[in-house]
């Protein structure tokens, strides 16, 4: 060992003597990661020979003492040790890659080239689609986009030395901007033309034979919760209970009482109405879209008395009645604009009560040739916007003006001021809806943007109706959604429904005494804020409808 170090020394020794300072220069090992252009040394011929000696003494004691301390080391690894400029071409050639950086480019193309083999991307890619929720394609088809103008590129004129065109300033609009309101329908009857069906393509037969069918099953009415709870638990949602019926967002919704197949109704905010058979095969999964007004459509019924019949009323200030039997939507009702809600005052649905944003209330006789009121009231001098008539003493209608609920008698209503039956305090913000109890009207759900349900008791109509239950929810819904609304279950005098901005996504129960009874929940199929839900007259089902035009059903 001795001899070999001896050996190395002197070879060292013999190199540095006969290097030049470029030399000494390249021969010096570093990191190519921070690896510079070599600097070119300028040389004096007045240097001083002795500060070269002086300086080539202190190189070579500094290669020694590097020398030393890698006396413990491989014979291979001193010689490629001593051949530092060897390693330093070889790297050169790559890039300026050092050993250690290309070994962990292969390394990293070995692991890719691994995962590749086995599919792993491929799979990745597979599972993102499969845990992403996708809307449902059921129902209306979506609108294929026109194919865009592909226009020149633009040139800066500059840059191809031509003098800028001299552009004269336009003028300035002489009106005011006012922003676009498409047309209002024709007043008189329009018909019934399906605009997601070919031209000039009729009905569906079964349309009529549908909507024809009476519903001879009555109300059942189930006053043991424990059973009501079980029916609910029953109710399912699938894939195919899930269709787009209109284009935008939907205002209102709507069940057929006809029990053999369920077929809805749902208002959009453009004036369009859509008709869904659950599991028809006529147009686009059995849905049919009519466009009978221009604004949205903020409440719809079905006729009790004649199952042929849907009315809808819009903020156009049109209210129309879809004949399916006519094949035609007939003119009710018709001002200017600002309809908001109406109701049926008599059991066979020819009597109804409109309100207006103004507000102003309508009495409205549908057997009265035309499409004007029998009398105007002026109730609330802001706003109105919910009516609704007692079940079994029509003459009272409940009336949600800003921040009051009062309760009218329709014999004694005068122009101006006229006397209230009752009030129902306690609001502090404006009131989105407030209905009657479906079957005795004993009860008032009322709807507020102070983020409370509130249920009154309206059996004596006193002067002020008791505050029985108020309730904790949500109703910050924005611009974007339709506004909350809670709505009784026809079939359970004392259980309503409401949607939920919570997650994930849901629809509530709730009992008059603020006790949850069921949350409508499914992670697959309903993803989205169902804002308007509406319950079946005798069957259990619910449907609920979002801002993107889809209708979801629960049913068993």
């Known amino acids: 060992m001795a001899t070999r170090r001896i050996k190395r020394e002197a070879v060292v020794k013999l190199q540095v003597l006969e290097m030049t300072p470029v030399d000494i220069e390249g ?20 240097r001083n020979t002795e500060d070269e000696t002086q300086t ?11 020398n030393s301390q890698n006396n413990r080391k491989d014979m291979k690894e001193e010689d490629s040790d001593v051949g530092n400029s060897d390693v330093e071409r070889t790297s050169a050639g790559n890039g300026g890659l050092s050993a250690y950086e290309l070994e962990r480019l292969e390394n990293i193309r ?29 129902g209306l088809m979506r609108s294929q986009a026109a194919v865009k103008e592909v226009l020149p590129a633009r040139k800066s004129l500059r840059l191809q030395n ?5 552009l004269t300033r336009p003028p300035e609009p002489s009106g005011t901007y006012e922003q676009y309101v498409p047309s209002k ?5 329009l018909p019934m033309d399906p605009i997601n069906m070919e031209e000039g393509s009729k009905l569906p037969s079964q349309l009529l034979e549908l909507c024809s069918r009476d519903s001879k099953e009555e ?32 205002f209102s919704a709507a069940f057929h009482p006809c029990t053999s197949s369920l077929l809805m109704a749902a208002g959009d905010k453009w004036g369009k109405v859509g008709l869904w058979k659950l599991g028809g095969d006529w147009a686009d999964d059995g849905v049919l879209l009519f466009e009978p007004h221009t604004r949205p459509v903020g409440c719809m019924a079905f006729s009790r008395a004649h199952p042929t019949h849907l009315l809808s009323l819009s903020y156009d200030g049109s209210l129309r009645c879809m004949d399916v039997e006519k094949a035609v939507f007939d003119d009710v009702y018709d001002i200017d604009d600002g309809l908001k809600t109406f109701d049926f005052m008599s059991h066979d649905c020819s009597t109804l009560v409109v309100g207006n944003f103004y507000g102003e209330v309508a009495i409205v006789d549908r057997r009265t040739p035309g499409n004007s009121h029998e009398s105007l009231h002026s109730m609330d001098p802001k706003t109105l916007r ?14 949600a003006e800003s921040k009051v609920v009062s309760i009218y008698d329709s014999r004694c209503l005068k122009k101006t001021k006229s006397q209230t039956v009752s009030q129902l305090l306690g609001h502090s913000l404006s009131i989105s809806s407030a209905y009657f109890s479906p079957c005795t009207g004993n009860r008032v759900l009322t709807t507020c943007m102070d983020n409370r349900l509130r249920i009154y008791d309206t059996s004596a109509m006193t002067s002020t109706s008791p505050l029985l239950t108020s309730i904790s929810h949500d109703m910050h819904t924005g611009r974007w959604l339709t506004k909350l609304s809670a709505v009784w279950d026809p079939k359970q005098e004392d259980c309503f429904v409401v949607g939920s901005m919570a997650r994930p996504r849901k629809v509530n129960v709730f009992h008059e005494n603020g006790q949850s009874q069921h949350s409508f929940v499914d992670a697959e199929n309903l993803n989205t804020v169902l804002s308007v839900t509406a319950f079946h007259p005798t069957r259990n089902a619910l449907v609920g409808g979002n801002a993107s035009g889809r209708l979801h059903v629960f049913t068993d």
């Open 27 to 46: 021969a010096v090992r570093r990191s190519s990661r921070n690896t510079l252009a070599p600097k070119r040394l300028k040389y004096s011929p007045e």
């Open 386 to 399: 919910c009516v609704s008539v007692h079940p079994l003493q029509r003459q009272y209608f409940a009336v």
């Open 162 to 166: 031509k003098e800028a065109e001299i």
């Open 110 to 138: 070995q692991n890719q080239a691994f995962l590749s083999s086995i599919n792993l991307y491929q799979a990745t890619e597979e599972f993102k689609q499969l845990t992403r929720p996708k809307p449902s394609q059921r």
């Open 219 to 250: 109300r059942k009415m189930e006053t043991h919760l424990e059973r009501y709870r079980s029916s609910l638990k029953n109710m399912k949602i699938t894939e195919d209970r899930v269709a787009k019926v209109v284009k935008d967002r939907i």
């Open 185 to 189: 329908k024709p007043a008189g009857p």
């Open 56 to 66: 080539k003494k202190r190189r070579t004691k500094t290669r020694n003492d590097k």
